[in-house]
């Protein structure tokens, strides 16, 4: 059972363009929410979160929204650069748990 | 602090051997997680350690798999016997509780595992 859901396993985006990558999750009891970046042969890195009191969280060209209702989070890159392509993971936790769950990451690929 | 640090970075081995993946946490970190990152599941946690103290191994896909950390500075991963389906890249993460807020994991560069 996948409580964190990346639905869209690849996106295409041209340079300087906004990449928008979705994640759905399932459990209400999430209350914090991470993006992290993986480049081929590396591990994962923190990229951007988001605490379930805000709807918006901005680091220069990397914004995260937070819908609670629809129990929704996006991950919004603008502008889009060649350097951004990676496989991105998003992932959350809840307040009776400390590990984090992930989804099954989204491939992004931007090109000139 | 040279991040986390995994070994062996690839491993190789038959059917029905014994494999054993390494890894050395961040200095001060008090949480410990083992992932195994597959094309169907993404990144699924195995394992994680507080204080070296196992919490939530309900990852574990059978018995085959154990984890131990007997020391704040070394955790194991071991398969016995490992098989083909067992091929995946492995990470193990580390991460500190602040107050009541986990920060985010750090991450080595994983094990890819290989069992034909």
């Known amino acids: 059972d996948q409580q964190v859901k990346q639905n869209s396993p690849s996106l295409s985006v041209q340079e300087g363009r906004i990449s928008i990558l979705n994640c759905d999750y399932t459990?209400?009891?999430?209350?914090?929410f991470l993006w992290y970046k993986k480049y081929p042969a590396e591990g994962p890195t923190f990229l951007i979160s988001?605490?379930?009191?805000?709807d918006k969280n901005e680091d220069g060209r990397f914004t995260v929204f937070l819908n609670k209702s629809a129990k929704h989070l996006s991950l919004h890159i603008v502008p889009s650069q060649p350097g951004d392509s990676a496989v991105y993971f998003c992932?959350?936790?809840?307040?009776?748990?400390?590990?984090?769950?992930f989804g099954t990451g989204t491939r992004l690929q931007v090109f000139p | 602090d040279a991040g986390v640090i995994q070994s062996p970075r690839h491993e190789v081995t038959e059917m029905g051997q014994e494999v054993t993946l390494r890894c050395k946490p961040i200095?001060?970190?008090?949480?410990l997680f083992w992932y195994r990152q597959t094309m169907m599941r993404g990144l699924e946690l195995l394992i994680y350690?507080?204080?070296?103290?196992?919490?939530?191994d309900s990852g574990m896909p059978e018995d085959r798999f154990s984890a131990k950390m007997p020391n704040a500075s070394f955790s194991t991963l071991k398969i016995q016997p490992s098989e083909p389906r067992d091929s995946a890249v492995y990470f193990c993460?580390?991460?500190?509780?602040?107050?009541?807020?986990?920060?985010?994991?750090?991450f080595g560069q994983g094990t890819r595992l290989t069992v034909v």
């Open positions: 993460a580390s991460s500190l509780m602040t107050g009541t807020m986990n920060t985010e994991a750090f």
């Open positions: 988001i605490s379930s009191i805000k």
């Open positions: 992932a959350a936790s809840g307040p009776n748990t400390d590990k984090l769950i």
């Open positions: 350690f507080n204080n070296n103290v196992p919490i939530d």
């Open positions: 200095s001060g970190h008090d949480y």
């Open positions: 459990n209400s009891m999430f209350d914090y």
